[in-house]
Structures are given as structure tokens and as C-alpha cells.
Antibody, heavy 121, light 107 residues
Framework: QVQLVESGGGVVQPGRSLRLSCAAS????????MHWVRQAPGKGLEWVATLWYDGTNKYNEDSVKGRFTISRDNSQNTLFLQMSSLRVDDTGVYYC??????????????WGRGTLVTVTS | DIQMTQSPSSVSASVGDRVTITCRASQGISGSLAWFQQKPGKAPKLLIF???SLQSGVPSRFSGSGSGTDFTLTIGSLQPEDFATYFCQQVNSFPLTFGGGTKVETK
């Protein structure tokens, strides 16, 4: 069955970098659009980035543009989020999610359990 | 950016109650709306897509309606496992945006 496992979170100082991974199993990542969503402690959900299934289109939330890059490695069936120039307000749980297949639009159907990123001095 | 406003922010209800949550978009989004359920420490779960389509495996007591700017999620008869926080999300255009959430609590 579809499984997504995030990793790479941790405690990091402001201005530093971190790379998150999302290992996919049960399906071929390159056939799906994929998303990153984050959630600050005790807060709501915030969409972060999208990579379209064919890799041609990427979208980022404004506050992470120029700092975060979404990508994938098809040979590893893994999605990444490269985060640089981290800020305190980037703190939160980061989830990866699949784009629902067979339905027009950007519906997030399978989610991983998330990985916690804490940015603090 | 399209702002999504959910109301109420919390609701107290009992098992068996009918619960209605509202989501309003700052501009028309046709039917491009999703609803999620999230329990503490867990990932969100897709309940409804395209405003009114039930995701596979989701109980039929959940239903969605609306189009344009006003949307509703209804839980027909609240069950113990339904106490959670619910979020709407517009998927009409980037940036994809979520509502602030509605916490369904025990009365």
C-alpha cells in the first residue's frame, strides 16, 4: 500500500540549512504530483511546495521562495525539500503528501507522519 | 491570495449530534475545495474533495456542499472517533490555502 516516510528534521540555528526526505513505497513517485505541507506547533496547516508529476512545474509558498527547493530522485523513489536560510518561523512539523490521482486539481490524499523542524538559536 | 475563513473556530457537541462547519473563500473557487480531519499528533486525513465528493473509505455520515465562495462540511451523526480538528483547503489556485480550523470538542 502507499506509504510515505519523512526524515531529516531536527534542531537547527537560524540561517542554516536542512534537507528533508520523503521516502515513498507502494507506488512510483514519478507518476504523482507531490506536496509539502507544514504545521507550526499548535497552529493550522500551511502549504509549502508542490512538484508536478512530470517534474516540469514547481510551486512555492511566497515566504519560502528563494529559500526552499522541492525535488525528487526517481531512482530512490524519494521526494526532497531543501531548506536554506532557515528562520525561527519555519519551525513546525513538515508533511509530504501525494496528489490524488485521477482527479483534476491538487487534492492531498496520502500523507506521511511528518518530521519536526525546530529553528532556534 | 485566496483567504479561507472557517467558522466556528470550535464547537461543543455530543455523540449523535449533527455538526455543521462553514468555510468561506475570499473569492470564487468554483468547487475546488477539500476538507480534512486531523487528530492530535497525526497527519491530516482527506475527507471530501471537489467540495462534495467523499474520499474512499470515509464514512457516509460526512458530507460536503457548496460552490463559489461558501462551503459546508456536515457530520450527520457525530461518533466518538469524530472529535478532532477539521480544515478546509482551496485548491483553485496557488498559493493553496487552508482555513484556520474548527475543533470539535465534547460537550
Amino acid at each position: 500500500q502507499v506509504q510515505l516516510v519523512e526524515s531529516g528534521g531536527g534542531v537547527v540555528q537560524p540561517g542554516r540549512s536542512l534537507r528533508l526526505s520523503c521516502a515513498a513505497s507502494g507506488f512510483t513517485l514519478s507518476n504523482y504530483g507531490m506536496h509539502w505541507v507544514r504545521q507550526a506547533p499548535g497552529k493550522g496547516l500551511e502549504w509549502v511546495a508542490t512538484l508536478w508529476y512530470d517534474g516540469t512545474n514547481k510551486y512555492n509558498e511566497d515566504s519560502v521562495k528563494g529559500r526552499f527547493t522541492i525535488s525528487r530522485d526517481n531512482s530512490q523513489n524519494t521526494l526532497f525539500l531543501q531548506m536554506s536560510s532557515l528562520r525561527v518561523d519555519d519551525t513546525g512539523v513538515y508533511y509530504c503528501a501525494t496528489n490524488k490521482m485521477g482527479t483534476p486539481g491538487y487534492y492531498f490524499d496520502y500523507w506521511g507522519r511528518g518530521t519536526l523542524v525546530t529553528v532556534t538559536s | 491570495d485566496i483567504q479561507m475563513t472557517q467558522s466556528p473556530s470550535s464547537v461543543s457537541a455530543s455523540v449523535g449530534d449533527r455538526v455543521t462547519i462553514t468555510c468561506r473563500a475570499s473569492q470564487g473557487i468554483s468547487g475546488s475545495l477539500a476538507w480534512f480531519q486531523q487528530k492530535p499528533g497525526k497527519a491530516p486525513k482527506l475527507l471530501i474533495f471537489e467540495a462534495s465528493s467523499l474520499q474512499s473509505g470515509v464514512p457516509s455520515r460526512f458530507s460536503g456542499s457548496g460552490s463559489g465562495t461558501d462551503f459546508t462540511l456536515t457530520i450527520g451523526s457525530l461518533q466518538p472517533e469524530d472529535f478532532a480538528t477539521y480544515f478546509c483547503q482551496q485548491v483553485n489556485s496557488f498559493p493553496l490555502t487552508f482555513g484556520g480550523g474548527t475543533k470539535v470538542e465534547t460537550k
